[in-house]
């Protein structure tokens, strides 16, 4: 009697099928702990950006004004920034910058200001303050 020694087609399609299946959910959940991880960076650098604007407003008694009078790229605050944080973070794998709008203008000064940027996995924002257009999450000064 002679014993069949190998694999049947329907063992290997199912062991193909657990193995598809795995290596798909495993994708799905890096891809997803990656863009929580961007986010997390991009709200950090916001934080820096809202640090060194606060020290700027410590030693000058207000906020700087990009010249534009709306929503600039924070890379134009380089040229105030630059004795508190060099160089101006930039954001992780997008086009999009993140955004910067001098408020409560008075006398040709600004006291207030909202810092804009858009996220991959949530949707935080930070009601007091209205993003850039399609970003999603907004820092407002404190």
Known sequence: MKKNQGFTL???LVATTIIA??????????QAAN???????????????RSALEMYRADNNWYPN????GWADTTKLGTFLTKYLSPIPS???TAEAYYYEATDSSGGHY?????SSDMEASNPTDSSCT???GHEYGLKSP
Do not use: F, M, N, W
């Open 10 to 12: 329907i063992e290997v």
């Open 21 to 30: 299946v795995l290596t798909s959910i495993g994708v799905v959940s890096y």
């Open 35 to 49: 863009r929580r991880a961007r986010d997390a960076k991009r709200k950090a650098d916001l934080e820096q950006i």
């Open 66 to 69: 990009t010249g534009g009078g």
């Open 91 to 93: 954001p992780p794998k």
């Open 111 to 115: 006291y207030g200001y909202c810092l």
């Open 131 to 133: 993003p850039h257009s």
